[in-house]
């Protein structure tokens, strides 16, 4: 792999996107969120992102946008990185709560880029965004239907954003944009996947430093752990046995936050799986496959512990 600039070499590893766990009453649970920060940060993760898709950004108010970031930053207290999520509707909250991340310590954000700007007004958009933040700044690829950014405007964005240092790629075909992408940025802009998990290995191969999935950390780490060790064989012996479940939860989005849920229910660290609309409950048949695979999530991460 390529050197990357010292401010960013050291952002590498397995990075989960924390879930929002909610109470009865539909509020968030933060005892439940401290519980998953600690989980977070005892399996031996690189960091955390919070507050973003798999948070239900969409469903969270501005408020309760803010409640995650204050509670996060404060209970981690510097314990790993923590990338908090600015993505929002307008820019006014953007701005926002890039400017309340920076005042409570937070080492990064991320931003999901708005739809239907392009050139100079991204850029425009991300400088105002970074300016109030953090030093260091994370745009989220995202896009289920299509390439996402151009390349042109991430090249623009990479010149003209000092603080933009990593791109988290979640796009139709991800594969060949991490290498692209590397290529014309001559390997100085840090690279994520997220959704795109189920290229894992492959992305790993293309020179991607950090994966961001949601749940199943333990198993992630071991994955990450053993191609580090050059032992990828072994690496992709072990990924293949979650590729049953990626199959399961990849259907859509909404499915892989409940089922997630679900599972953070079993390993005892949330209360409830309850979701927000548009995320549905599961019917029969699916809960009857998701409990099937979360007994095998269970299985391998107790295998895994006690070896």
Same mark, same amino acid.
């Given at each position: 792999?390529?050197?990357?600039?010292?401010?960013?070499?050291?952002?590498?590893?397995?990075?989960?996107?924390?879930?929002?766990?909610?109470?009865?009453?539909?509020?968030?649970?933060?005892?439940?969120?401290?519980?998953?920060?600690?989980?977070?940060? $005892?399996? %031996?993760? =690189?960091?955390?992102?919070?507050?973003?898709?798999?948070?239900?950004?969409?469903?969270?108010?501005?408020?309760? !946008?803010?409640? +995650?970031?204050?509670?996060?930053?404060?209970?981690?207290?510097? @314990?790993?990185?923590?990338?908090? /999520?600015? &993505?929002?509707?307008?820019?006014?909250? @953007?701005? $926002?709560?890039?400017?309340?991340?920076?005042?409570?310590?937070?080492?990064?954000?991320?931003?999901? =880029?708005?739809?239907?700007?392009?050139?100079?007004?991204?850029?425009? *958009?991300?400088?105002?965004?970074?300016?109030?933040?953090?030093?260091?700044?994370?745009?989220?690829?995202?896009?289920?239907?299509?390439?996402?950014?151009?390349?042109?405007?991430?090249?623009?964005?990479?010149?003209?954003?000092?603080?933009?240092?990593?791109?988290? +790629?979640?796009?139709?075909?991800?594969?060949? !944009?991490?290498?692209?992408?590397?290529?014309?940025?001559?390997?100085?802009?840090?690279?994520?996947?997220?959704?795109?998990?189920?290229?894992?290995?492959?992305?790993?191969?293309? %020179?991607?430093?950090?994966?961001?999935? $949601? &749940?199943?950390?333990?198993?992630?780490?071991?994955?990450?752990?053993?191609?580090?060790?050059?032992?990828? #064989?072994?690496?992709?012996?072990?990924?293949?046995?979650?590729?049953?479940?990626? /199959?399961? &939860?990849?259907?859509?989005?909404?499915?892989?936050?409940?089922?997630?849920?679900?599972?953070?229910?079993?390993?005892?660290?949330?209360? &409830?799986?309850? *979701?927000?609309?548009?995320?549905?409950?599961?019917?029969?048949?699916?809960? #009857?496959?998701?409990?099937?695979?979360?007994?095998?999530?269970?299985?391998?991460?107790?295998?895994?512990?006690?070896?």
């Amino acid at each position: 792999m390529a050197e990357l600039p010292k401010d960013i070499s050291s952002m590498h590893g397995i990075i989960p996107s924390l879930h929002t766990p909610f109470n009865e009453k539909n509020k968030i649970d933060i005892p439940c969120l401290r519980k998953l920060i600690d989980q977070t940060i $005892s399996t %031996g993760c =690189a960091g955390m992102l919070v507050g973003a898709v798999a948070g239900e950004n969409s469903s969270l108010s501005f408020d309760e !946008k803010n409640i +995650i970031l204050n509670e996060c930053v404060n209970y981690n207290k510097n @314990r790993i990185p923590i990338i908090v /999520s600015c &993505t929002a509707k307008n820019q006014i909250e @953007r701005i $926002s709560l890039s400017k309340n991340a920076k005042e409570l310590g937070a080492d990064w954000i991320l931003c999901q =880029a708005p739809e239907n700007i392009f050139g100079s007004e991204l850029v425009k *958009c991300f400088n105002e965004i970074a300016q109030v933040g953090p030093d260091n700044l994370m745009i989220q690829d995202l896009s289920w239907t299509d390439y996402g950014l151009r390349d042109e405007d991430i090249v623009l964005l990479h010149k003209n954003v000092d603080k933009f240092k990593s791109l988290k +790629i979640e796009v139709l075909n991800s594969g060949p !944009k991490y290498t692209r992408v590397l290529n014309i940025t001559n390997h100085q802009l840090h690279l994520s996947g997220g959704w795109a998990i189920m290229g894992m290995i492959e992305a790993l191969n293309r %020179g991607v430093r950090a994966l961001i999935p $949601s &749940t199943m950390e333990l198993i992630y780490n071991k994955i990450y752990d053993l191609y580090l060790e050059n032992k990828k #064989e072994d690496s992709r012996r072990l990924f293949s046995q979650i590729l049953p479940i990626l /199959s399961f &939860t990849h259907q859509h989005i909404d499915i892989s936050i409940k089922f997630s849920k679900m599972l953070r229910v079993k390993e005892g660290i949330f209360n &409830t799986s309850y *979701c927000r609309e548009p995320v549905k409950d599961f019917d029969q048949f699916q809960i #009857e496959e998701a409990n099937l695979h979360i007994k095998k999530v269970l299985n391998l991460q107790n295998s895994l512990n006690n070896n």
